[in-house]
C-alpha cells in the first residue's frame, strides 16, 4: 500500500525562528501533496496543496510567506514555518494518494507536533 | 465554499452499533470518504461511497445519499479500540482536494 513519511514527528523550537517539516512518497510518485494543520480536539484543516514543480495553492486565510511549501521532486514536499510563533504550535499533516487511487483513501503522513516557545 | 457538519460526540457501549452523521454542502462533488483518528495519531481511511447507496467493509459500513447531501458511517459490534475521532471527508473540484468535516469524538465504555 501506500506509505508517505513525515519527519520529524514532534520539533520544539523557539519564537521568531524557522522551523522545516518533510513529507516524502515512499512507493509512489505524488504530484500533488496535501498539508493540513489540527489543533487540539479541532478538525483538520487543509493549509495548501502542493504542485510538483509549480507553486503552491493556498487557502483561503493562510499566510503564504508563513508557510513556505517546496515541492522541488515527485517524492518530496516541505513545509517550512518561517518565524514561527507560539499561536503556530499545532499538528501537521501532510497527506498524498497516487494518481487515480483516490476512491482507495488517502494516506497521511504520522504528523508533526511543532511547540512554539 | 464547503461545509461538512456531524456530531461532535457519540457515546455507546461495547459490543453496540452506533452510527455518525455527516450532512455536506459542497460546490464540487467528488465521492464522501470516512476516517478514523486515534488521539495523536495519522487519520486512516475507513470507507468511500462515490455513488449512493451502502457500502461495507468488515464492521464498518457507510451510506451515502447525494439527493440529500448526507451519508452516514455505521459501527457494529463496538470495541473499546474503536474509541476516537472519526471525519467525513469530501473531495471537491480542483486538485483532488480533500476536505474535512467537523469531526465525531466517539467514546466506547465497556
Known amino acids: 500500500g501506500a506509505v508517505v513519511s513525515q519527519h520529524p514527528s514532534w520539533v520544539i523550537c523557539k519564537s521568531g525562528t524557522s522551523v522545516k517539516i518533510e513529507c516524502r512518497s515512499l512507493d509512489f510518485q505524488a504530484t500533488t501533496m496535501f498539508w493540513y494543520r489540527q489543533f487540539p480536539k479541532q478538525s483538520l484543516m487543509l493549509m495548501a496543496t502542493s504542485n510538483e514543480g509549480s507553486k503552491a495553492t493556498y487557502e483561503q486565510g493562510v499566510e503564504k510567506d508563513k508557510f513556505l511549501i517546496n515541492h522541488a521532486s515527485l517524492t518530496l514536499s516541505t513545509l517550512t514555518v518561517t518565524s514561527a510563533h507560539p499561536e503556530d504550535s499545532s499538528f501537521y499533516i501532510c497527506s498524498a494518494t497516487p494518481l487515480h487511487q483516490d476512491r482507495y483513501g488517502y494516506t497521511f503522513g504520522s504528523g508533526t507536533r511543532l511547540t512554539v516557545v | 465554499g464547503q461545509s461538512l457538519e456531524q456530531p461532535s460526540e457519540v457515546t455507546a457501549v461495547e459490543g453496540a452499533i452506533v452510527q455518525i452523521n455527516c450532512t455536506y454542502q459542497?460546490?464540487?462533488?467528488?465521492?464522501l470518504s470516512w476516517y478514523q483518528q486515534h488521539d495523536g495519531g495519522a487519520p486512516t481511511f475507513l470507507s468511500y461511497n462515490a455513488l449512493d447507496g451502502l457500502e461495507e467493509t468488515g464492521r464498518f459500513s457507510s451510506f451515502l445519499s447525494r439527493s440529500d447531501s448526507y451519508g452516514y458511517l455505521l459501527l457494529q459490534e463496538l470495541q473499546m479500540k474503536d474509541s476516537a475521532s472519526y471525519f467525513c471527508a469530501v473531495r471537491g473540484t480542483g486538485f483532488q482536494k480533500l476536505v474535512f468535516g467537523t469531526g465525531t469524538r466517539l467514546l466506547v465504555s465497556p
Open positions: 459542497t460546490s464540487g462533488f467528488y465521492g
